[in-house]
């Protein structure tokens, strides 16, 4: 199975500060990968899709990149509905897998 | 709308069984493969299974295999999850997804909890 490896677990950020996630599997899943926030008591809600395609009404400071192994989740100015978790999930093959998560507190 | 609703959840005795299901509206059931994700109290997002549009494949993560058998009945626009043998580890928040290569549409969830 992929294993899918997230970076840091928690993260304390400021309104307006520029985050980045990473996110590393452990075999080249090309750029299968999507990103998911989710908020406590919420089903997952999906940001971003192939690495780096915007999900539909999502707002456009959320951006994803890289390739093979590794990949970033950037938020370019946090703001106060950004406060969350966030998990990547490879779909490179039929045995999907999620990163642990990182949660995003407010400083 | 697009909808996905999940039913059958509850508390169970380990050892024990319960089948879950996953009702879809608003889209063309039959045209998406389908998953069970779940989510253990506090912990991260576990795939469970996954199902082809027509059932031709289908798929388990190794924590489930041999105990829970995904369905689905195209003319009644639904998903199952049939769990037999469940042990206290089985405790989670299970969600049903709509795969479209990405998971564009999840259901609220439903609660299972095996305890004695």
């Known amino acids: 199975d992929i294993q899918m490896t997230q970076s840091p677990s928690t993260l304390s950020a400021s309104v307006g500060d520029r985050v980045t996630i990473t996110c590393r599997a452990s075999q080249s899943i090309s750029s299968w990968l999507a990103w998911y926030q989710q908020k406590p008591g919420k089903a997952p809600k999906l940001l971003i899709y192939k690495a780096s395609s915007l999900e539909s009404g999502v707002p456009s400071r959320f951006s994803g990149s890289g390739s093979g192994t590794e990949f970033t989740l950037t938020i370019s100015s946090l703001q106060p509905d950004d406060f969350a978790t966030y998990y990547c999930?490879?779909?490179?093959?039929?045995?999907?897998?999620f990163g642990q998560g990182t949660k995003v507190e407010i400083k | 709308e697009v909808q996905l609703v999940e039913s059958g959840g509850g508390l169970v005795k380990p050892g024990g069984s319960l089948r879950l299901s996953c009702a879809a509206s608003g889209f063309t059931f039959s045209s998406y493969s389908m998953n069970w994700v779940r989510q253990a109290p506090g912990k991260g997002l576990e795939w469970v299974s996954s199902i082809s549009s027509s059932s031709s494949y289908i798929y388990y993560a190794d924590s489930v295999k041999g105990r829970f058998t995904i369905s689905r009945d195209n003319a009644k626009n639904s998903l199952y999850l049939q769990m037999n043998s469940l042990r206290a580890e089985d405790t989670a928040v299970y969600y049903c997804?709509?795969?479209?290569?990405?998971?564009?549409?999840w259901g609220k969830g439903t609660t299972v909890t095996v305890s004695s």
């Open positions: 997804a709509r795969d479209a290569n990405n998971w564009d549409v």
């Open positions: 999930q490879q779909y490179n093959t039929p045995l999907r897998t």
